[in-house]
């Protein structure tokens, strides 16, 4: 009795090592999914560039809802635009061929990225339009394999940017516009799942086992409830018996009611601003042409953001405990246009001189100043660093939120003399500026004062 005694106490043993060393087993259902911790590299990373390309680069008009306004809405713009710029009769399906891209250089892009201060990048694998930019085996001829460029668009990149240690993300719409499977679906209440069993999921396992994702990226979710899409169960198999089930990280689109509630991180809206410190990890994805995700060949320069407000949009998202996801389109043919690398260069200039404040912080106990300076504040540890947008008048900054000490301690990132403090009359301290030449001063806006012995 005694021999069996200790032999079930020490099956009882190894089970409960082995629990700890494979870690929790989740179930498909809200409360067990939400409640895995977030892989510590998501946080660390801050800041990624988001890609949308597909066939929507061909007509590069209006947006990457095209075909939708074109032939879900009717649009008569768009219904000008085709007739004018296509062939009589042409279809969407038409455009594919014209999807060369023959001038795709994926070791560039990664490059570019890499240049950009990007530690993660997110490549749109199918559009709400349904083609695949990869050979899909459920997207038969509507696909970057059996038309278009004849190119694993999603493989190649990954290849380039893993050389470059660039966390790969995948984006996926669960829904396609026009499949007849999911109109079915649609008409019937949701309540078939045709479209999900032989369409959506069959290509996120695909997806994930082919390409082996740091971020899966769910779009596309709004129409269809949490249990039409399945999508508890694709995460439960995510996160206990993926190939990636240790390190990837999801976001929150996985039904019409999962925004800002379920998931991983949470987007809660494209071009999301919280305006307090939220609680939960979050990223703001927005877009370099302000008014499209896919390129769009008629887009003007005041359409455009400037240099200034992405270093300032990424430095308030960041304060606030945000990742930033900057997106460019490229065209049909692969090319990232010259106005678009400007803006990701400028953007990994400032990162190479500020970017200690940036990756790997976590926020303030105080996230902004409000004065007319616009200062915004990320941590590391017992470090604050104080990030400011405009330089003041007169060259001394006011900052009222740190408490100074006698060991206190203010330098400028990127300027290499100590600078010079006193405590503010009421609160805080003032800060004496480097005196010198604009053209002299690290970067040309959006500044950085470390702060050491600060409470």
């Known amino acids: 009795m005694a021999v069996r005694g200790a032999a079930r106490w020490l099956l009882l043993l190894a089970a409960l090592v082995a629990a700890a060393v494979c870690g929790p087993r989740y179930s498909p259902d809200w409360p067990s999914l939400d409640a895995r911790p977030l892989p510590a590299w998501f946080d660390q990373a801050k800041v990624g560039v988001f890609v949308h390309w597909g066939v929507f680069s061909v007509p590069a008009y209006g947006s990457e809802w095209f075909w939708w306004h074109w032939r879900g809405e009717r649009r008569a713009d768009y219904e000008r635009f085709v007739r004018e710029h296509f062939p009589p009769n042409t279809t969407y399906a038409d455009f594919a061929a014209r999807f060369t891209a023959r001038d795709f250089q994926p070791r560039f892009w990664a490059w570019l990225f890499e240049q950009a201060g990007a530690r993660y990048v997110v490549l ?24 278009g460029p004849h190119r694993d668009l999603v493989g190649e990149l990954g290849e380039a940017l893993r050389e470059r240690n660039i966390r790969y993300g995948l984006y996926h719409s669960l829904l396609e516009w026009f499949n007849p499977l999911y109109l079915y679906d649609k008409k019937n209440g949701f309540k078939t799942q045709n479209f999900v069993i032989s369409k959506t999921m069959p290509e996120l396992y695909d997806l994930v086992l082919r390409y082996k994702p740091d971020l899966v990226w769910s779009d596309g979710d709004w129409e269809g409830p949490e249990t039409y899409w399945n999508s508890t169960s694709f995460l439960a198999w995510l996160y206990n018996d993926s190939p990636v089930k240790d390190t990837v990280v999801v976001n929150d689109r996985w039904c019409n009611n999962c925004s800002c509630h379920h998931g991983g991180y949470y987007n809660c809206a494209d071009k999301y601003k919280p305006g307090t410190l939220p609680q939960h990890k979050w990223e703001m994805c927005t877009s370099i042409d302000k008014r499209s ?6 887009m003007q320069l005041n359409e455009l953001m400037d240099e200034s407000s992405i270093i300032s949009e990424l430095v308030q998202t960041v304060s606030f405990g945000g990742n930033y996801l900057l997106n460019v389109g490229p065209t049909k043919e692969g090319v990232i246009v010259p106005i678009f690398q400007e803006r990701l260069l400028s953007l990994g200039k400032w990162l190479r001189v500020n970017g200690e404040a940036i990756y790997a912080s976590k926020p303030w106990r105080v996230q902004m100043e409000n004065t007319t300076v616009g200062a915004w504040y990320t941590s590391k540890g017992l470090t604050v660093y104080a990030i400011f947008l405009t330089w003041p008048d007169g060259g001394v900054l006011k900052l009222s939120s740190p408490i100074p000490s006698p060991s206190t301690q203010v330098t400028m990132l990127g300027f290499s003399e100590m600078l010079k403090w006193k405590k503010a009359v009421d609160k805080g301290l003032l800060i004496t500026l480097p005196y010198v030449p604009p053209s002299v001063l690290p970067v040309p806006c959006c500044w950085t004062l470390k702060l050491e012995g600060v409470a």
Not at 124 to 137: D, I, L, R
């Open 124 to 147: 749109t694998t199918k559009h709400h339009e349904g083609f695949t930019n990869w050979g899909s085996p459920v997207s038969w001829n509507w696909n970057s394999l059996d038309t």
């Open 293 to 298: 995700w896919g390129y769009r060949s008629n």
